[in-house]
């Protein structure tokens, strides 16, 4: 699985989007990028995926680059409940997910 | 969406005493069900795979005679820490894959506190 660098932290403001950035230049054709949150003492919960699309739920957006060696994703107006910690994960088929540190999100009013 | 429940989600026991953790898939069924740890600030680590009907997969560094994982079915896995020491408290997480889906869908964690 593919190894992603992520900021260790990063601010925004309440009602505003937060872009968050991951890089993974070392992704694999078939790896999707995965993106889960873990609110402190809480399972991770799971945010979205892609492979090559950009994707958009309910939650959030991915952006994927061309080359996919990188993505952003993005929460589009932040709430102080999305404050959290944000891992970025290159996954294959395996199954197995490989968290790194991620990037701790504060949201401040 | 897709629920995993832990159970118990706090508990405390003294040095040399075994903890069974359970986990439970409850609205779908799970053939592959992983089980991490997370010690304060840091990150989650897998520990081990565990499939329905055959022996866990563990991961490089993690004791499979010290954390005991029992997946009997297809909604249940166990993780038992045995002869359990201060070292071993940490925060357990499991987490279940539904069959034709590839995100995992996680549990809310136990808190192990070893006196």
């Known amino acids: 699985d593919a190894k992603t660098t992520q900021p260790p932290s990063m601010d925004c403001a309440e009602g505003r989007a937060a872009n968050l950035p991951c890089n993974h230049s070392t992704i694999s054709g078939n790896e999707y990028v995965y993106w889960y949150r873990q609110i402190h003492s809480q399972g991770p919960q799971y945010i979205i995926h892609?492979?090559?699309n950009n994707e958009t739920n309910e939650m959030a957006s991915l952006i994927i680059t061309e080359d996919r060696k990188s993505s952003t994703l993005i929460l589009p107006h932040a709430t102080l409940r999305d404050t959290a910690v944000y891992y970025c994960?290159?996954?294959?088929?395996?199954?197995?997910?490989?968290f790194g540190q991620g990037t701790t999100l504060q949201v401040k009013p | 969406g897709a629920v995993v429940s832990q159970h118990p989600s706090r508990v405390i026991c003294k040095s040399g005493t075994s903890v069974k953790i359970e986990c439970r898939s409850l609205d779908f069924q799970a053939t592959t069900m992983f089980w991490y740890r997370q010690f304060p600030k840091k990150s989650l680590m897998l520990m081990a795979t565990s499939n329905e009907g055959s022996k866990a997969t563990y991961e490089q560094g993690v004791e499979k005679d010290k954390f005991l994982i029992n997946h009997a079915s297809l909604t249940l896995s166990t993780l038992t820490v045995t002869s359990a020491h201060p070292e071993d408290s940490s925060f357990y997480i499991c987490?279940?894959?539904?069959?034709?889906?590839?995100?995992?869908?996680f549990g809310p964690g136990t808190r192990l506190t070893v006196l």
């Open positions: 994960i290159g996954h294959s088929n395996t199954g197995k997910l490989i």
């Open positions: 987490s279940a894959t539904p069959a034709r889906y590839n995100e995992q869908f």
């Open positions: 892609g492979l090559k």
